[in-house]
């Protein structure tokens, strides 16, 4: 434990950093709000919740190939120019909402800012490889995991006092002012090597190819990407069907944020729980266990109580299975080759929303014909046999070659 918080005091000390954390952050608080306040401004002026759930669908559709196309512009401009490009067309399309434009408008706005997140998230991913070094990198891993869970418990927070205290429309326009300072924050970087750009890297669709390439040719890539979607296509549940859940304990509607919250508090945990550095095949193994002996303890819980605090502590313990992303993330770090680290994240991030969606059209079905703790302790049990193959079928890195070296 006194080496791990030894790492990530480094990585704190490290001036960049602390600038990427920051501009994470800020512009994460506001988009968890901004997505709030816009689900409430549609709902309020279209009485439709098909439009409301609409909004937030084409924010996801950027992630099914378009926001993969401009990720690889970050290859040719460098990371830290794309990361506030990207942040100033957000803050600009905000703005525009919070003006009050027709709802189609509105949906086209939210469209282009979906656009931005996948290049801006390849972006940011590469960025913190560059501005670290393989000691630090994994604990930068683990710090960006614990900011993006505190964001989106804070960001909901944030998000519902603005609406009840300034309106949703104005809520907009605040979200609009996060991005803008976040941009600010990153413009620190400019010296660092993230900002270097690569004029010739392939960008386009030779871009995308070149994003796809080392999921196919690399073993240790491809192994981590299958456990991190496989395991967060079933992690993603608890909080997408915690309505229906509380409602079918008996719980009062207000009860479905704080419960989800408990999500948030498990995965900051799980965090510290998971392997941090070290031999990548080492990881891997120590993630399959740990993450598959939470969710099979999540599973139990799930079906054998309906006392509601040890179905609270299960959902905690879910938590625990989201962190899967953190050791995951590190392996693929240190894997991925410089040129194209930007798409092929995006691309891996693409697979892991397209698996969300499945998972989630399949719990809600699976929650209606049965009921939402079967279909939570399926997704458990799923995940746990997910774990299993890859302790099963184990990836030794030692003898496989570098990704660099794969042609």
Same mark, same amino acid.
């Given at each position: 434990?006194?080496?791990?918080?030894?790492?990530?005091?480094?990585?704190?000390?490290?001036?960049?950093?602390?600038?990427?954390?920051? $501009?994470?952050?800020?512009?994460?608080?506001?988009?968890?709000?901004?997505?709030?306040?816009?689900?409430?401004?549609?709902?309020?002026?279209?009485?439709?919740?098909?439009?409301?759930?609409?909004?937030?669908?084409?924010?996801?559709?950027?992630?099914?190939?378009?926001?993969?196309?401009?990720? +690889?512009?970050?290859?040719?401009?460098?990371?830290?120019?794309?990361?506030?490009?990207?942040?100033?067309?957000?803050?600009?399309?905000?703005?525009?909402?919070?003006?009050?434009?027709?709802?189609?408008?509105?949906?086209?706005?939210?469209?282009?800012?979906?656009?931005?997140?996948?290049?801006?998230?390849?972006?940011?991913?590469?960025?913190?490889?560059?501005?670290?070094?393989?000691?630090?990198?994994?604990?930068?891993? $683990?710090?960006?995991?614990?900011?993006?869970?505190?964001?989106?418990?804070?960001?909901?927070?944030?998000?519902?006092?603005?609406?009840?205290?300034?309106?949703?429309?104005? $809520?907009?326009?605040?979200?609009?002012?996060?991005?803008?300072?976040?941009?600010?924050?990153?413009?620190?970087?400019?010296?660092?090597?993230?900002?270097?750009?690569?004029?010739?890297?392939?960008?386009?669709?030779?871009?995308?190819?070149?994003?796809?390439?080392?999921? #196919? +040719?690399?073993?240790?890539?491809? #192994?981590?990407?299958?456990?991190?979607?496989?395991?967060?296509?079933?992690?993603?549940?608890?909080?997408?069907?915690?309505?229906?859940?509380?409602?079918?304990?008996?719980?009062?509607?207000?009860?479905?944020?704080?419960?989800?919250?408990?999500?948030?508090?498990?995965?900051?945990?799980?965090?510290?729980?998971?392997?941090?550095?070290?031999?990548?095949?080492?990881?891997?193994?120590?993630?399959?266990?740990?993450?598959?002996?939470?969710?099979?303890?999540?599973?139990?819980?799930?079906?054998?109580?309906?006392?509601?605090?040890?179905?609270?502590?299960?959902?905690?313990?879910?938590?625990?299975?989201?962190?899967? +992303?953190?050791?995951?993330?590190?392996?693929?770090?240190?894997?991925?080759?410089?040129?194209?680290?930007?798409?092929?994240?995006?691309?891996?991030?693409?697979?892991?929303?397209?698996?969300?969606?499945?998972?989630?059209?399949?719990?809600?079905?699976? $929650?209606?014909?049965?009921?939402?703790?079967?279909?939570?302790?399926?997704?458990?049990?799923?995940?746990?046999?997910?774990?299993?193959?890859?302790?099963?079928?184990?990836?030794?890195? +030692?003898?496989?070659?570098?990704?660099?070296?794969?042609?």
């Amino acid at each position: 434990m006194t080496t791990r918080r030894a790492a990530i005091g480094a990585t704190l000390r490290n001036p960049w950093c602390r600038r990427v954390f920051a $501009a994470q952050l800020v512009s994460g608080l506001g988009d968890w709000a901004g997505r709030l306040a816009l689900s409430v401004l549609v709902y309020e002026r279209s009485d439709s919740a098909l439009l409301a759930a609409l909004t937030i669908a084409v924010t996801l559709v950027p992630w099914l190939g378009p926001g993969q196309l401009l990720a +690889t512009s970050s290859e040719r401009f460098g990371r830290v120019q794309v990361m506030r490009a990207t942040d100033l067309v957000r803050g600009l399309m905000f703005a525009v909402m919070a003006a009050g434009p027709p709802l189609p408008v509105l949906l086209v706005l939210a469209f282009v800012a979906g656009l931005c997140v996948p290049p801006f998230a390849g972006a940011r991913a590469s960025a913190l490889v560059e501005i670290t070094d393989e000691e630090t990198y994994p604990s930068a891993v $683990a710090v960006y995991a614990m900011i993006a869970q505190a964001e989106m418990v804070l960001g909901y927070v944030v998000g519902g006092a603005l609406v009840a205290t300034i309106g949703a429309q104005a $809520a907009l326009g605040a979200n609009a002012v996060t991005f803008v300072v976040s941009a600010a924050v990153l413009s620190g970087l400019a010296g660092s090597p993230a900002a270097a750009p690569n004029r010739d890297a392939e960008a386009g669709w030779r871009g995308v190819a070149a994003g796809v390439r080392p999921w #196919r +040719t690399d073993p240790v890539c491809r #192994r981590a990407l299958m456990l991190f979607v496989g395991v967060s296509a079933c992690s993603v549940l608890p909080e997408a069907i915690v309505v229906p859940f509380v409602d079918s304990v008996g719980g009062a509607p207000g009860w479905a944020g704080p419960i989800a919250a408990v999500v948030a508090l498990g995965a900051a945990f799980g965090t510290w729980w998971m392997p941090l550095g070290g031999d990548l095949d080492r990881v891997l193994i120590g993630t399959a266990w740990r993450v598959g002996a939470a969710a099979a303890a999540a599973a139990v819980m799930f079906v054998a109580w309906s006392s509601l605090p040890v179905l609270v502590v299960a959902y905690a313990v879910t938590g625990l299975v989201d962190a899967v +992303t953190v050791p995951t993330n590190q392996v693929v770090g240190r894997r991925l080759p410089p040129e194209g680290r930007a798409a092929a994240i995006t691309v891996a991030l693409g697979v892991q929303n397209t698996a969300h969606v499945v998972s989630i059209t399949l719990a809600g079905l699976v $929650a209606d014909v049965t009921s939402p703790r079967l279909a939570l302790a399926a997704a458990m049990t799923l995940a746990t046999l997910v774990c299993g193959w890859s302790l099963v079928r184990p990836i030794r890195t +030692t003898v496989v070659a570098d990704a660099a070296a794969v042609p």
